[in-house]
């Protein structure tokens, strides 16, 4: 059974001019030890998803379908019928959520020791020195110095540090999921570096099943091992990392993967999608991708397209022309990152 | 040799007051106390000038008197001598000495005599009225502040339920009524219309008669004649806290370490108070010690509505008898008071708040 | 072409412009229910207290066998202590305490204008020196010091007492005048304004200050307050002559002469009190429907 597996779930935000489709039925499944990665532009969605995962969506959204269904120990239970205080005990205990730009993530006036102890009495450790050594070794994993870090202060720390209290702080419960936004944002590269590698090392080391969320495809080619991308609240790919990077069948993928620019060789075509993603109070009939998407045709604007399933049963993609789509890469061989992962 | 010169030469630039008095200015700490000093001075002089210098001024007034009363047996200059030692200024000496004398005297807390009995010095007569001040409005004060944080505390985590409406409206409404409104109304309702409370003996600041002390009985009396005072300042300064503490509430709820905490697993008590709730007060903090300057005016009037015994009432009474250095002195002394609260303030800020350290001030 | 673009605007744009806003503006008051209150509690307070004056004779004549009389036909307020109609002493006695509060609050916001661009514009020592008076003044006792000066000066004309108290409130306005000229110094339009040669009061007075018109116009309305407070307070504590007959005059006399005792005279004492505090409730209310309108983060919630 995957760790996790969400069917059909929609979010929507209530405004005062009327609902926003902020998630459309989204559905994947996470196995355990897997890594997804969520890809997308800003307002596609992801965090949405993400924070509904945990069901800490603020006020004024609204869950209106689907299931969130998380299993352990051969028991699979729906986190949408959780009540306050299971959901209490799911958060952290099963799945913890890293936010992005950790710089605001800590209580500025109180300690990190104090928010480590924090943590850990919110879900029945009490023994301070159980805690204290739990701290100690979590640090450690995390290469830092406990003896400097826990009696600090949160301002006191670099982002690349904050960074690495907080991924260590989330694993302090043993959670069989840890879900990550945007985790590198707002740092800068060397550091970014040393966070993935730190990452990939953890997630060797202690087996966790990882979801992060980002729209920069290099972090998904180093560390995951499927990856979704989403437009306008909807999964319009699902594949394995080397399916996406190597045969993308979505036009937005494709366009995702063309607008990075090569590392290495002659600076070729890059290209950026032209126009913006669509208002989701006001999305348009048919394929929201349609407007901007070089091969959309009459058909494509008359009903969103389903997933199918596109070469394999695990690579699906929400495109009526996925075929076309195929035949025109197949031709050119110029797909940038491909190159990186040979 | 050379060695030496340059030494010496160094020595010389480091004292060089003018980069010592810039390094000091830039020193947040020593930049508060600096500005307190300047305005303890400033309001001196400004009661200096004020008394001596303008037309009609309250020494010649007394010198005056003085002449008039003895009829003619005080010389100029006799007169000008008991002047000069009820004001705690040498009339003899020119300005600018006379000027140093009095903040003389002032560093050695001798702020005069009072005109009326002028065996008793200025401070004495403060001493004696203060403590029921400070005790009435520090009482006022701290209870609007506890009451008022916990209902903005309230108000925001209720936002645009009833209670929040009801509380937002009622405290904006009673903090922009002028508090000596407040206090005849009060009197008008309670006591003249209805009887509901016995005014009369809730003058002065304990029954006569009674014993002071620690006793029981003796501080259930004076909260009974303070009680008045303390509401009128408990009901004028409560709207202020609950809508700062409101908006206060409603920016911290937003932080994203809300949200991380809540991600954590942690108990909606816990995040309320040491996350929410301590981020929330800490600029509250500064603006109850500034708080403390604002309400030591409107005392005054409150005092006499009520015949309160305090700082207030007892300026009042040195206004009536044109008891001028009892009012210098009661003028200078609230000042300092005022500027030392809101120094406090600003050093009390920088050790609350751990992101500012030692060098850190709230206005900077 | 380029002398259209810089054409002044004749009187009649002006005119409609002025008329466009003040419906735009009365717009957006009529969604704050407390804020339009708040509005037409002050019209309704300066018609009265301005205007009302010059159609109601006034009754200055104290009639011994009238006194404290419970409200009647002949007296819809009842009567003071000294037989006079207390209707009539009220809509006489707004006049000196909102022009006292009108001015205190010129001078405050004038002072405050003056010097705050003053300090932006010049920077250095002089810059400086005023902002070390202003964090001065900001930390003064401010009623305490008025009881002293009061007692000493004895103020009687009202401009000088508006002088006064306007000489007490300017320091939080000089403050944000002076940085928010501080940051507007350096943008484009005001470098194109200076490119064109039009003189740094031009500049000061026409692309700058307009941004400001919000914390200015605010500022005036708590002056204001503050001056109303102020005022009473010094007249209810005696400490200035008594002339003429005003709000805080007949507070005055009402808690000298005990009206505050007698179950019949309650109008008296309560009129005053009920004029005074809605004039502070209306300014107040408007004041904060002034800052939530202002403010365009605010602006799409309400």
């Known amino acids: 059974m995957p760790v996790l597996s969400v069917r059909d779930l929609s979010i929507d935000y209530i405004t005062r001019k009327g609902p926003v489709h902020a998630v459309r039925d989204v559905s994947f499944e996470l196995e355990k030890s897997e890594t997804l990665a969520i890809i997308g532009e800003s307002g596609s969605g992801k965090t949405t998803l993400a924070v509904g995962l945990i069901r800490l969506s603020p006020r004024g959204t609204k869950v209106t379908s689907g299931e969130i269904l998380y299993t352990k120990n051969g028991l699979t239970t729906d986190v949408r019928t959780f009540d306050d205080d299971d959901l209490r005990e799911y958060r952290w205990a099963e799945a913890a959520m890293v936010f992005q730009a950790a710089l605001n993530s800590f209580n500025p006036v109180i300690t990190i020791w104090e928010q480590f102890l924090d943590t850990a009495r919110a879900h029945g450790m009490k023994d301070r020195q159980k805690v204290r050594d739990r701290a100690d070794e979590l640090l450690d994993l995390v290469h830092l110095d406990a003896k400097r870090v826990l009696p600090a202060f949160p301002h006191e720390l670099s982002g690349g540090m904050k960074q690495r209290v907080l991924i260590a702080l989330a694993l302090m419960l043993e959670p069989q999921l840890v879900i990550l936004d945007e985790p590198t944002t707002a740092l800068d590269i060397l550091t970014q570096r040393s966070i993935i590698d730190l990452l990939r090392q953890l997630r060797e080391k202690l087996g966790f099943s990882m979801i992060f969320i980002s729209h920069d495809l290099s972090i998904a080619a180093e560390l995951a091992d499927r990856m979704i991308t989403m437009y306008a609240g909807r999964v319009v790919e699902e594949a394995s990392v080397a399916d996406m990077f190597y045969r993308p069948r979505h036009p937005y993928s494709v366009g995702l993967l063309r607008a990075v620019p090569r590392v290495s060789g002659a600076l070729g075509s890059v290209a950026s999608i032209p126009g913006s993603p669509p208002d989701l109070m006001r999305l348009p009939v048919g394929c929201s991708y349609a407007p901007r998407c070089p091969f959309a045709i009459e058909a494509c604007r008359a009903a969103d397209p389903p997933l199918v399933p596109v070469d394999t049963p695990r690579h699906q993609a929400a495109c009526i022309r996925w075929k076309h789509v195929a035949e025109v890469l197949g031709s050119d061989a110029e797909i940038p990152v491909a190159e990186k992962l040979a | ?364 | 072409m380029t002398t259209a673009i810089l054409a002044r605007p004749t009187v009649g744009q002006r005119l409609l412009g002025l008329w466009l806003a003040s419906a735009g503006f009365l717009r957006l008051l009529s969604r704050r229910p407390v804020g339009l209150a708040g509005f037409i509690g002050i019209v309704f307070f300066l018609l009265l207290a301005f205007v009302a004056p010059l159609f109601v004779p006034f009754q200055n004549d104290p009639s011994l066998a009238d006194i404290y009389q419970t409200p009647s036909a002949a007296h819809p307020l009842g009567t003071d202590f000294q037989g006079k109609d207390v209707l009539n002493q009220i809509v006489f006695g707004g006049r000196d305490i909102l022009t006292v509060a009108i001015l205190a609050a010129l001078v405050s916001t004038v002072i405050a204008i003056t010097f705050g661009s003053v300090a932006a514009v010049v920077g250095g020592r002089l810059d400086s020196a005023i902002l070390a008076i202003t964090d001065v003044v900001l930390t003064l006792p401010k009623l305490i010091l008025l009881i002293a000066v009061a007692a000493i000066l004895r103020p009687t004309g009202f401009v000088f007492l508006a002088i006064l108290l306007g000489l007490l409130q300017w320091s939080s306005l000089l403050r944000q005048i002076r940085a928010q000229v501080l940051s507007l110094k350096e943008r484009d339009y005001v470098e194109a304004a200076r490119s064109l040669d039009l003189g740094i009061v031009h500049i000061v007075f026409r692309e700058i200050l307009p941004t400001m018109r919000s914390y200015i116009a605010i500022h005036f309305i708590f002056a204001m307050t503050e001056a109303m407070y102020a005022q009473v307070f010094i007249v209810i504590l005696g400490l200035v002559p008594v002339s003429g007959s005003n709000w805080g005059i007949m507070l005055y006399f009402a808690q000298g002469q005990g009206a505050l005792y007698f179950r019949d005279s309650i109008w008296y004492i309560l009129s005053p009190i009920l004029a005074i505090s809605l004039v502070q409730l209306s300014l107040v209310s408007f004041a904060s429907a002034l800052e939530d309108i202002f403010n365009p983060r605010l602006r799409g919630s309400a």
């Open chain 2, 1 to 364: 040799m050379t060695t030496a010169v340059a030494a010496k030469s160094q020595v010389r630039v480091a004292m060089n007051p003018r980069r010592y008095l810039g390094d000091t200015w830039r020193h947040p700490v020593a930049r508060a106390v600096l500005k307190a000093f300047l305005t303890i001075w400033v309001t001196t002089t400004l009661t200096f000038l004020l008394i001596r210098l303008m037309p009609g001024s309250p020494v010649e007034l007394k010198i005056d008197e003085l002449i008039q009363t003895s009829n003619g047996s005080l010389s100029y200059e006799e007169a000008r001598a008991i002047a000069s030692s009820l004001f705690a200024i040498n009339l003899n000496a020119p300005i600018h000495e006379q000027y140093l004398s009095f903040i003389w005297n002032l560093l050695h807390l001798d702020l005069g005599n009072s005109f009326l009995s002028s065996g008793t010095g200025v401070t004495s007569i403060i001493l004696a009225v203060l403590p029921w001040t400070l005790f009435s409005v520090g009482t006022g004060l701290l209870l609007s502040f506890v009451v008022g944080v916990g209902l903005g505390l309230l108000a925001a985590y209720r936002r645009d339920s009833l209670l929040d409406r009801v509380v937002s409206t009622g405290g904006s409404l009673i903090s922009s009524i002028p508090n000596y409104l407040i206090a005849l109304l009060l009197i008008l309702f309670l006591g003249v219309q209805t009887h509901l409370i016995n005014f009369t003996s809730m003058r002065g600041a304990y029954t006569p008669g009674m014993q002071p002390g620690f006793s029981l009985a003796f501080i259930g009396d004076l909260f009974y004649h303070a009680s008045l005072p303390i509401t009128i300042y408990f009901l004028t300064q409560i709207g202020a806290w609950i809508l700062s503490m409101r908006s206060a509430t409603l920016s911290a709820l937003e932080e994203d370490y809300v949200t991380a905490a809540r991600a954590r697993g942690l108990t909606d008590g816990r995040i309320r108070t040491a996350y929410v709730g301590r981020n929330a007060v800490l600029p509250l903090v500064t603006q109850l010690a500034i708080s403390v300057g604002l309400i030591v005016g409107g005392a005054a009037i409150i005092e006499q509505i009520f015949a309160y015994q305090g700082v207030g009432l007892r300026l009042l009474a040195a206004v009536g008898q044109r008891d001028y250095p009892v009012i210098q002195g009661i003028v200078m002394l609230t000042t300092i008071a005022v500027v030392v609260a809101n120094l406090a303030a600003d050093l009390l800020y920088s050790r609350l708040d751990p992101r500012i350290g030692r060098a850190g001030g709230a206005t900077g």
